[in-house]
C-alpha cells in the first residue's frame, strides 16, 4: 500500500456519521485536507454494505486494507457499536457533521404476500442460518444486490433461481462481470415481470 505525506492539521474537526462506502470516501477527502475526523458506526466493523457483498465478489481482506490505508491519511478515529440518535448534538465537539448513514431500510413492494418474502439485508447479513440445498428461489429485482443474492443462493445449493425484473434484461444496471456470473451460476433471468402478489398456502411460498 503507498505511503502518502499527511497533510497539516487545520485546527478543525468532522464528524461523520455511517462508515460506509460513502463515510470512508468522505473521510479520505477530509483527512487530506487537514480534518480531523471521527466517523461513528453502529455496526461492530467499517466498510457498510460492502461487508454484505459475497466473499468470492469482494475478499474483507480488501475492506481492511483500504480502512487501514485511510487511517494513514491523517487524524481518523472510528466510534463503534453505537447509533447516534442527534447529528445536532455532535455539533458541540465538532465544526461539521456530515451524514453518510445508507439505507437501513429496505424498498417495499407493497403487494399480497410480501410479508413472506425475505428482505436482501437479512439474507446476506445471515445467509448460512438459510437451508436452500434443493430448494426452488425467486429474487426479485434486477440490480448488483439481486445479482449478490442470486449467486449465493446458487452457491448454498438451491437446485434453481429465477431473478424477476420488471424491464427488459438488456436495462438492467449491472456490468458485463455481473451478468456473466449469473450466467455461470445457472441463474435463470425472467424480465419484463413485475410480480402482483406473492402466493402462498399456508405459511409456505408456492409461487408469484
Known sequence: MPEFKRT???????AIIGAGPAGLGAASVLA??????????????PGGAMNLIPDFRLNKKVVRADVGFLKRLGEVEFNHGKAVTSPEALLAKHDAVVVCAG???PIKLNI???????????????????KLKGRKVAVLGGGAVAADCA???KRLGAAS??????RRQQDMPLTQYERD???????????????????RHGKRVTGL
Not at 497539516?8 to 468532522?14: A, L, R
Not at 399480497?112 to 438459510?130: C, R, T, V, Y
Not at 433461481?161 to 420488471?166: A, G, M, S
Open 8 to 14: 497539516e492539521p487545520n485546527g478543525k474537526s468532522v
Open 181 to 199: 456470473m449469473l450466467l455461470e451460476h445457472g441463474v435463470e433471468i425472467t424480465s419484463c415481470s413485475k410480480p402482483l402478489a406473492i402466493v
Open 103 to 105: 439505507v437501513s431500510e
Open 112 to 130: 399480497p404476500g410480501e410479508d413472506l418474502a425475505l428482505p436482501w439485508q437479512a439474507f446476506l447479513e445471515n445467509q448460512k442460518q438459510f
Open 151 to 153: 449467486t449465493t443462493a
Open 161 to 166: 433461481v429465477e431473478l424477476v425484473y420488471r
Open 32 to 45: 487530506q485536507h487537514g480534518y480531523k475526523v471521527t466517523l461513528h458506526e453502529q455496526q461492530k466493523r
